[in-house]
């Protein structure tokens, strides 16, 4: 805790799991307070994100017993995460965590996702001290962490009747951490026997909207405690922080921020969407009904999963069909937006609504035509913008178009309409012979193309015999109309392509990039096009080198790849880890850098980084496993990486592999690894 004061205001303090309140510093500090503030509690994200946090008021003298805090309640609050798009994963973010700054307070009770929250002194305490007490299990720790503040409360009437029963209000959209649930914080406790009001109980929030006493205080610290400090200074008044032992912002007059409304063009009390859903505005959608009479199905069996952590939702139907059917739909209603579905099967994509709640699906050509007694599995992966509320399925619809509208009676065999709709949906495979020449590197190209116009997907496959050696190509396709995107293609990577979408360059992949003559390239090419009722057609193609100037040498490979280098590391008392063996290959012709680590671990740790620098910048990592990237520098000269939940909790004797391959610009230069660090907590 750092709004108000805690027991230990050093930045850089560990965090208390013993409790109920952390070991208090030589300087005892007290805020003083009167019944009816309102007061503002914060407390510094620590790179953390999901979790709840709960807040008990006791006289002091009793803040060394759990109980009494248990017994004495006053509200539970979230812990907070960054609701910024791609700002929370796997319970991490990056400190502030758009953590609200000084001279902010939460005036909302759906705006508690920000590190802080305020509470109201009661009006029934007797003159005297007391004891505030923080307790948290953020992100996917699974202990609570304690933390307390004195404060000095005047004004009070102990002669108001307000007991209370039952547990403490929990305030709502709370991200849900990843180890220990809400009924772990909730129990054994009720909620203290304390009055808000100053005639009886009253509501503690009920004028959150009053500016605190203490709206200075700025529970971010310092950057200090950021996995990336230069991300962290550019965030709101973070370098305006002078003294992280009391952190406070220059704010002049604070003042309540506007009432929200329903045409702001903010997405707050408690709203579905921006200015629409929640209790106060106009519902974002209507969900419609399904007519019985398009009912084709007797039985559908539907399953929902939600992963918070990753935001993702999976989600499973089994249709059991009553009617026969000759096409059909599948609606899904969400009440807050899919951002996307990842993949989808047994189905294919139709329509989806301008919220991103309705979302209608339709048949694959294998799953178009069905009858009575047949079972269709459908399947669903999607990510969703996490805010820390849960999306949930509020309704499906499946309905279908029954046989005798295309006028074959009830006769399911029947194809008198279809067949003809078959032949105009899809081509046959046309294939092209292509010979080549002395002005080319290919002897001869098998080309074939493939057209389903029913699911507007053009199917390309092209086998290339090589004439000449060569160093690098490039495969070029001209379309006479235009294909939106290709789903996948292989054995090549996409270069180019021009603004009207017609016409598509590719290159090699590492393993097909150096070619000789004789070899074989088989390339594969999966694209959806505009269908505007005209077929497309590739009009054009072309295999087109560089060629090697030396096409037979034993050192070809030598001036193209290094061998690996080894370096062993030894730690010592001030290192978490007794040996590190470490392996580095370039591959410079195709500018790849292949690193290994296997890291043997000396002490317990609760999390670790690991950094490198290398000697020029890397563009990207095409992959790195058994960790995750945290941060990197401005010149992608740096790199640090974190531990996947799998690999956090480390012990001595545990060894650590990790693998990184990357893409570096080459400049002629080889690159190699200048420094490696591994710590941990």
């Known amino acids: 805790m750092v709004c108000p004061p805690s027991f230990d205001t050093a930045p850089g303090r560990g965090g208390n799991t013993v409790g109920p309140c952390e070991r208090e510093s030589s300087k005892k500090l007290v805020t003083k307070v009167k019944a009816g503030d309102r007061l503002k509690v914060g407390w510094t994200s620590n790179n953390h994100a999901g979790g709840y946090v709960r807040l008990a008021l006791v006289p002091e003298g009793q803040h060394k017993v759990y109980t009494h805090f248990e017994q004495n309640v006053l509200k539970i609050a979230c812990y907070g995460h960054d609701e910024r798009k791609g700002g929370s994963s796997y319970g991490d973010c990056k400190h502030p965590c758009n953590g609200r700054p000084g001279c902010g307070y939460q005036a909302d009770i759906y705006d508690g996702n920000r590190y802080d929250t305020t509470i109201k002194i009661p009006y029934n305490l007797a003159p005297g001290v007391y004891v505030l007490q923080y307790m948290s299990a953020m992100s996917n720790h699974k202990t609570f962490y304690y933390s307390c503040s004195r404060l000095q409360i005047s004004g009070g009437k102990p002669s108001l009747p307000c007991k209370r029963t039952g547990l403490a209000p929990v305030a709502p959209g709370c991200m849900k951490g990843m180890a220990i649930p809400l009924s772990k914080y909730q129990s054994k406790t009720k909620m ?23 709206p200075k205080c700025d529970p971010r610290i310092t950057c200090q405690l950021s996995v990336d400090f230069k991300g962290c200074m550019k965030q709101d008044r ?38 629409c859903g929640g209790d106060f505005c106009d519902k974002c959608f209507d969900i419609p009904t399904e007519a019985p009479d398009t009912r084709i199905y007797s039985d559908l069996k539907f399953s929902e999963r939600i992963n918070m952590i990753k935001s993702t939702i999976d989600v499973r139907a089994e249709i059991k069909i009553a009617k026969h059917a000759s096409d059909w739909r599948f609606t899904l209603f969400f009440d807050k937006p899919i951002t996307k579905w990842r993949t989808f099967w047994n189905c294919k994509l139709l329509d989806v609504n301008e919220y991103k709640t309705v979302w209608t699906f339709g048949p694959m050509p294998w799953t178009r035509k069905i009858k009575p007694g047949q079972k269709i599995s459908l399947g669903f992966n999607g990510v969703f913008d996490n805010d820390g509320e849960r999306p ?39 294939r092209t012979d292509i010979e080549g020449d002395e002005t080319t590197i290919y002897k001869n190209i098998i080309f074939t193309e493939q057209i389903v ?5 053009m199917n390309l496959r092209a086998i290339v015999t090589i004439s000449k050696a060569a160093e690098d190509w490039r495969w070029t396709m001209v379309t006479d109309y235009p294909v939106d995107h290709f789903i996948n293609f292989w054995n090549c990577k996409l270069i180019s392509v021009n603004e009207e979408k017609t016409e598509w360059t590719f290159g090699p992949m590492p393993w097909t990039m150096k070619v000789k003559p004789g070899q074989k390239i088989s390339l594969g090419f999966n694209g959806i096009f505009v269908n505007t009722g005209v077929k497309p057609h590739t009009v054009h ?18 001036r193209q790849k290094r061998d690996k280098t080894f370096e062993e590391i030894d730690g010592d008392d001030t290192t978490v880890y007794s040996h590190i063996t ?57 790199w640090t990486f974190g531990p996947m939940p799998w690999t956090k909790k480390v012990k001595p004797g545990q060894k650590i592999s990790l693998g990184f391959n990357g893409i570096f610009i080459d400049n002629g230069v080889r690159p190699y690894t200048v420094s490696k660090v591994f710590t941990g907590s």
């Open 582 to 638: 470490w392996s580095e290959q370039i591959v410079q012709k195709v500018g790849i850098m292949n690193l290994r680590a296997i890291i043997t671990v000396s002490k317990k740790a609760q999390d670790w980084r690991w950094t490198m620098k290398v000697s020029q910048p890397l563009d990207h990592w095409l992959n790195f496993w058994n960790c995750k990237l945290i941060s990197t520098s401005e010149d992608k000269t740096e």
């Open 238 to 275: 973070m370098d305006k922080i002078t003294n992280p032992h009391d952190p406070q912002q220059k704010c002049g007059s604070v003042k309540p921020p506007p009432l929200p409304t329903c045409s702001d063009g903010i997405k707050n009390q408690g709203e579905l969407m921006v200015d």
């Open 192 to 214: 203290g026997n304390f009055c808000f009001s100053p005639t009886g109980p009253g509501d503690q929030d009920a004028d959150m909207r009053r500016v605190p006493i203490n």
């Open 392 to 430: 949930h399925t509020v309704t499906k619809s499946f309905t279908g178009t029954e046989p005798k509208a295309l006028g074959c009676g009830t006769d399911y065999n029947c194809i008198e309409e279809d067949e003809e709709e078959v032949a105009l949906a899809k081509r046959e495979k046309e």
């Open 453 to 457: 116009m029913n699911n507007n997907i």
């Open 541 to 558: 193609t072309e295999f087109t080198g560089t060629e090697l100037a030396e096409v037979a040498c034993d050192n070809c490979l030598v």
